[in-house]
């Protein structure tokens, strides 16, 4: 009975691990498949690899999308985590008044449907010049991603045992470098969790970057909605342009993946 | 030197009041243990000194300075946690050095001082393993280890045995006292284990509902509990606690209630000159000053042995005397028979370590 159970648990966890794979396999497979290949019905799956697709796709607008989404994405998450973190500590750790209030207030931030603000940052944007800059999507990304980093970052800085900080206090650590030394280094798990969500949200974000850049400062989603649209379907180029766009995610998520899994577990520290 | 001072010490959580204006004073050197039950204030009074919580009114001395506005690290105090308060990214080696690096200590004295510190607890063996990775006697032994190597003024334990098995907290508690003694800082130690502190402290400090309710030495507090609350507190089974009345005979005076009257002595009887015919008083006699024997005898009380605990050389016997249920303890050889459940046996009070409480003010009749 016990085993049964377990095999059947294996094979429930196989299934669905293989629901959510699949389309990546697909993805994956579709971007070494000439045009022909791609088209043909049944599937195949045993092909001639051909790199053509990724040489299609390093020779169009792509990488410098990429470049943009990077740029964007990566400073947005910076920012959130430096802000979001501080934050974090302070309703933490201090008494404040209307903290509860504050911090609702915070995460409703995160609540906000981006269709009803795309017009008016449209226009403030427009208003102060910032229109297809990179500044304008940080701005706007760290608007959503620093409010979800107060709002996990909170959780795990209540965990920290306040002896532990104490402890550093008697020693003779300021307040500044018990958040440095002690509560950062202990929340490392949290920082982690918050800073790929960050990430992913920053990257895959598409309706305010459509509406918010044109060319120069276009991120990688938006451009390969436009490859659909321009030179009829090229599946093979958007295939590999997004097995490109998926790798950043996918290499540092597993250089933190053990945090990762600890803090999405919200694991007690020990 | 270092002479700890607190004068009218007062603190609230909220609508709390859990240090009520306490005055205290620990000596240069010397081992002072608060004591008392969850909530009275003990853990505040630490927490007050190490700087952590600003008391409300008061002000604290150390060395004759007034230090409660101070920042915590600029106390010279160092703490061991009830929790240890060890950090799990941290080896033994990186928490000895994380209290000198503020203090800017030089580099060849931080080897130094980490040798001895390793030297002094046995740890040379452990420096490079993480908290996760020793047992909580070690784990103790590290947050001991980098409490002493600021080598501060001042030393704070919170209920630091509280974490460890049975065995190894007696080992401990030696250990402690040695290095107190050794060291000679001055040392404040929050417990609630009476019998810890009976063994630890110079001087014993009882607390209760924010206010200390007797200072004395670990014998004083034994033998001279100044109330109902003190006398209760200290020792294992607890004093027994008999409600009677004062009444004067012609020659004697005599303790009534409706299971017995017991005429008293001299020195005790002095103690109730000043009291009127026909106080209510308390009793208390610790059962450790109760002979119980299995004949009559003068001015002894019939009573039925109700429950036997045996310990290991002696034995705590329940007796029941009508409603009442009086714990009495003696040694296995000195009682001279094996009593039974139910056997009828006769109980006398050693009345040198007999005390009276006045039932209204719970107050010790003096002397």
Redesign the interface.
């Known amino acids: 009975m016990k085993i049964l159970k377990r095999v059947l648990g294996v094979v429930l966890a196989l299934f669905v691990a293989a629901m959510f794979l699949f389309p990546l396999l697909w993805v994956v497979l579709a971007s070494f498949k000439t045009k022909l290949e791609l088209l043909a019905v049944p599937p195949v799956f045993i092909f001639q690899p051909t790199l053509q697709n990724y040489i299609n796709a390093f020779n169009s607008d792509f990488p410098m999308q990429v470049r943009n989404s990077l740029i964007i994405a990566i400073s947005s998450t910076v920012i959130s985590i430096i802000l979001g973190s501080l934050t974090a500590y302070g309703f933490s750790r201090y008494a404040i008044k209307g903290s509860d209030f504050l911090q609702f207030w915070i995460l409703s931030l995160r609540m906000l449907p981006a269709i009803a603000v795309v017009v008016p940052f449209y226009l403030v944007f427009r208003m102060l010049g910032l229109l297809d800059t990179h500044i304008a999507l940080i701005l706007v990304y760290c608007l959503f991603n620093i409010s979800f980093a107060v709002w996990v970052l909170k959780g795990f800085f209540d965990e920290i ?1 306040l ?2 900080e ?9 307040p500044p ?1 018990v958040f440095l030394r ?1 509560a950062l ?2 929340a490392r798990s949290g920082l982690a969790t918050t800073a790929v969500f960050c990430l992913i949200q920053s990257l895959n974000e598409f309706l305010l970057a459509v509406s918010l850049t044109t060319r120069v400062a276009e991120t990688a989603p938006v451009g390969l909605s436009k490859v659909q649209t321009l030179m009829g379907v090229d599946w093979g180029l958007l295939s590999a342009a997004s097995v490109l766009f998926m790798l950043p995610i996918v290499i540092f998520t597993i250089i933190v993946r053990n945090e990762l899994v600890r803090g999405m577990s919200f694991g007690r ?2 | 030197m270092a002479r700890l001072e607190l004068e009218q010490l007062d603190c609230w959580y909220g609508k709390t009041h859990a240090v009520d204006h306490i005055d205290l004073v620990v000596e240069d050197g010397e081992l002072c243990v608060l004591l008392g039950p969850s909530g009275c204030g003990k853990t505040s009074t630490l927490r007050m000194i ?3 919580v600003q008391p409300a009114a008061g002000e604290i001395y150390l060395d004759g300075q007034p230090i409660s506005h101070l ?5 010279n ?3 061991v ?3 240890y ?5 941290k080896t033994v080696r990186e928490h000895f050095i ?2 000198l690096i ?2 800017k200590i030089p580099k060849h004295e931080i080897e130094q001082r980490v040798n001895e510190t390793a030297d002094f607890l046995d740890m040379h063996d452990l420096l490079d393993r993480y908290p ?1 990775e020793l047992s909580s006697g070690q784990q103790q032994r590290v947050a001991i280890g ?1 409490a002493l190597i ?1 080598r501060p003024q001042l030393f704070l334990l919170d209920e630091p045995l509280n974490n460890l098995d049975e065995h190894l907290r007696v080992e401990m508690r030696a250990n402690l006292r040695k290095m107190q003694q050794d060291l000679r800082i001055t040392t404040v130690y929050v417990t609630h284990d009476q019998v810890e502190a009976q063994a630890l402290g110079d001087k014993i400090v009882v607390m209760d509902m924010g206010h200390i309710r007797q200072v004395g030495s670990p014998q004083e507090i034994y033998l001279h509990p100044s109330d109902l609350f003190v006398a209760g507190f200290i020792g294992t089974p607890p004093m027994n606690f008999i409600n009677c009345r004062l009444e004067r005979g012609e020659s004697q005076v005599v303790l009534r209630n409706t299971h017995f009257s017991l005429p008293i002595q001299a020195p005790l009887a002095a103690r109730t000159e000043s009291l009127a015919e026909g106080k209510e008083l308390i009793l208390g006699v610790r059962p450790e000053h109760i002979r119980v024997k299995s004949q009559p005898e003068e001015g002894a009380i019939p009573t039925e042995v109700y429950v036997l605990e045996p310990q290991s050389n002696e034995l705590i016997l329940d007796l029941k005397l009508g409603d009442l249920m009086i714990k009495a303890r003696d040694d296995k050889r000195e009682l001279g028979f094996r009593p039974e459940v139910g056997q009828r046996v006769w109980i006398e009070f050693l009345q040198d370590y007999v005390h009276l409480f006045d039932r209204e003010t719970e107050q010790r009749l003096g002397g």
């Open positions: 045992p002896e532990l104490e402890a550093a206090m008697l020693d003779g650590y300021s470098q002690v280094p202990l520290m020990k | 190490a700087g952590f920042y915590p690290g600029d106390r105090i160092a703490m946690f009830q929790s308060a060890l950090y799990p990214h994380f209290p503020p203090a996760s980098r600021r």
